[in-house]
């Protein structure tokens, strides 16, 4: 299973874009890149995914370089309501293949 | 509404005394999945299961069991539960495509066995 590396915490304020990059060296041909956003005591809300290249959606950008061995989790323009924990996973799933496991996550902390 | 739902929210059991938390879908997904989160650990995943009837371990499946009679509905039994067991446990389920882990979570349950 690839693991993955990510920072422990990050500071921002409103308004700022944030960056926030996971490390997955050991990332396999047929895995994705999923970001998880985490609130306390509520179960994660999926963000985005990709595969390689850019992945937009309303709420981020999910940036993928060709190695794939690394991702960032793009955040335009914060607010207060975007502090939580972010997870980085990595993975695929098939018939055969265990499912998942979660890092430590980012601690997200924006301030006004 | 998509969801997943978790009951209860909320437990204190004692040490010894069997217990079940119930998940149930209404997506009609394949996968369904237990994780449990611990401070300072993050989210780690017990069981999973692939379709009906199809069950597997994840990281940390010492103490549990599960079982999938049905596509919506994904129980956790404490066969003897005992105070390590004190964690935030959650439910996800997802399609079986791709790399979709759990795309959907459920709202978690507080569990404390004294």
């Known amino acids: 299973l690839a693991k993955t590396t990510q920072p422990i915490s990050m500071d921002s304020y409103e308004g700022q874009e944030v960056n926030i990059t996971c490390s997955h060296n050991?990332?396999?041909?047929?895995?994705?890149i999923t970001w998880y956003q985490q609130f306390p005591s509520q179960g994660p809300r999926f963000i985005i995914q990709?595969?390689?290249t850019k992945v937009t959606n309303e709420v981020a950008s999910l940036f993928i370089p060709a190695d794939r061995k690394s991702s960032t989790l793009s955040l335009p323009r914060v607010s207060l309501s975007d502090t939580a924990v972010y997870y980085c996973l990595v993975g695929y799933m098939d018939t055969g293949r265990r499912a998942l496991t979660f890092g430590s996550g980012t601690r997200l902390q924006v301030q006004p | 509404e998509a969801q997943v739902t978790q009951n209860p929210r909320y437990l204190i059991t004692v040490t010894g005394k069997k217990l079940t938390v119930t998940c149930s879908q209404n997506m009609n997904h394949e996968y369904m999945s237990w994780y449990r989160q611990d401070p300072g650990l993050g989210l780690r995943q017990i069981y999973y299961?692939?379709?009906?009837?199809?069950?597997d371990k994840g990281d940390v499946p010492e103490g549990y069991k599960v079982s999938r009679k049905e596509k919506r509905n994904f129980p956790l039994i404490l066969e003897s539960p005992s105070p390590n067991q004190t964690s935030l446990y959650f439910c996800?389920?997802?399609?079986?495509?791709?790399?979709?882990?759990?795309?959907?979570f459920g709202q978690g349950t507080r569990l404390t066995v004294v």
């Open positions: 996800a389920s997802s399609l079986r495509t791709g790399g979709l882990p759990g795309a959907f």
């Open positions: 990709g595969y390689k």
């Open positions: 299961s692939m379709n009906v009837e199809v069950t």
């Open positions: 050991n990332i396999a041909t047929n895995d994705y």
